[in-house]
């Protein structure tokens, strides 16, 4: 744990400007991290209210903001409420999100996501790295084909993201969707090129970030989010993990943003596992030592002086803030001030499985509709608001993008 510094300077350490790689100026510390916001209208277009919420964030201070859950292939979305960057995308809703959301010097970039194993079964056929039929999760194999082809489709996306405005992307390799589940031992299980030694289960995850450099250029940034540890037993552990953050940083990432955990059925959220203070620094100090790529950290941060500590003493170079933005969008623009100032977290009695995640994501919608004030939702009020809303949208998307259950192998 650390100890906190004794002194006043954490408005200047959280202040100060960074620099990418590719030469990108972020102006100061603190990132809005990817959330799945769920704000999308259905169909994978930016609503009104989305906009809004992105423009509160860049006015508040904070020096970048990932918009979560972007996907590449509308046939494998993590929610209904995802944006999704194809062919028949509303580029002008696109351009007004990417210019509301770098008001005031900020950055906004699309987190390039696939759900794989974990697609919203209503509106997917689930496919991941290897087949699976289980207790919460079954999915089908996707083909070498279709694997070998998924390279291309991330590097047209984010193609597409710099046509309409923004200028980098992350691209998702945690949390348990495709590309995290390619690095798990646990879940790939394959015997061709993509599966065996964690050199090998990072093949495809490389081949994403060499096809996106060569779309997008050398001044465009690319970052990528990675689990430090899965959080499961037989899951990608920290020993492997740090073998992937060497490779990405010798393949020319500009950012690797730290995680952990999966939304994998039954597994524990990082929070659960540590109750109090940032969750991955310990990781972050180890990743140090074999990659020079900056370092962003996501998960746990509560306080500023937390958020200054782990910057001061070189854990990492940027924070990832979620949570701690959903309840003051403002707090960036307090943290770099002398006076500063931290939100007050709710507690929750005994909440259900994915109870707090869709409290935080109805204040969400509460914020990008400027009513947080008058939020009162209880956990379990706030679970079926979440849930009607996609059952809600599963028409709008199946309609928009014309889509039913299919198999996995359609390429």
């Not at 209208?41 to 201070?61: C, H, K, M, S």
């Not at 900020?106 to 290897?130: D, E, K, N, V």
């Not at 020993?239 to 730290?258: C, N, Q, R």
């Amino acid at each position: 744990m650390i100890e906190h510094r004794n002194t006043d300077t954490d408005a200047d350490v959280l202040a100060a400007p960074f620099e990418l790689p590719c030469g990108i100026v972020l102006k100061n510390r603190l990132a809005k991290a990817a959330m799945s916001d769920s704000l999308g209208d259905g169909a994978g277009r930016p609503t009104d209210e989305q906009i809004e919420l992105y423009r509160r964030w860049a006015t508040g201070g904070a020096a970048l903001s990932l918009i979560g859950e972007v996907q590449v292939d509308y046939r494998y979305p993590e929610r209904p409420g995802n944006l999704v960057l194809w062919p028949g995308a509303d580029n002008a809703r696109l351009r007004r999100l990417a210019r509301v959301g770098s008001t005031d010097g900020a950055r906004i970039w699309p987190q390039l996501g696939h759900a794989g194993a974990l697609a919203h079964a209503p509106i997917s056929r689930p496919a991941g790295p290897s087949a699976f039929d289980m207790r919460g999760l079954r999915c089908d194999e996707l083909t070498r084909s279709a694997v070998d082809a998924l390279p291309a489709t991330y590097a047209r996306a984010a193609a597409h993201a710099r046509a309409v405005g923004f200028s980098g992307v992350q691209i998702h390799a945690g949390h348990g969707f495709l590309l995290s589940q390619f690095l798990s031992p646990l879940f790939n299980r394959r015997s061709d090129r993509y599966g065996g030694s964690i050199e090998a289960r990072c093949r495809l995850l490389l081949a994403v970030v060499r096809e996106v450099r060569t779309m997008v250029g050398p001044e465009f940034a690319i970052a990528v989010k990675i689990n430090s540890s899965d959080q499961l037993e037989g899951g990608l552990g920290e020993d492997d993990a740090l073998v992937a953050m060497s490779l990405l940083g010798e393949a020319g990432v500009d950012l690797i943003d730290i995680s952990g955990g999966t939304y994998f059925p039954g597994a524990p959220a990082s929070s659960d596992r540590r109750p109090a203070g940032p969750y991955f620094l310990e990781f972050a100090r180890r990743a140090r030592t074999v990659t020079d790529t900056p370092l962003m950290v996501t998960g746990g941060f509560k306080t500023r002086a937390e958020a200054a500590d782990a910057v001061a003493l070189g854990a990492t170079d940027m924070v990832g803030l979620a949570r701690t933005m959903v309840l003051d969008p403002g707090v960036a623009a307090k943290w770099i001030r002398r006076d500063g100032g931290d939100p007050q977290f709710p507690s929750f009695e005994s909440p259900p499985a994915g109870g707090i995640t869709a409290w935080f994501t109805m204040r969400l919608t509460a914020l990008a509709k400027g009513d947080e004030d008058r939020l009162k939702l209880s956990v379990s009020e706030a679970i079926a608001a979440y849930e009607a809303r996609d059952a809600d949208r599963v028409t709008t998307w199946a309609r928009a993008f014309g889509v039913r259950s299919r198999p996995a192998t359609l390429e």
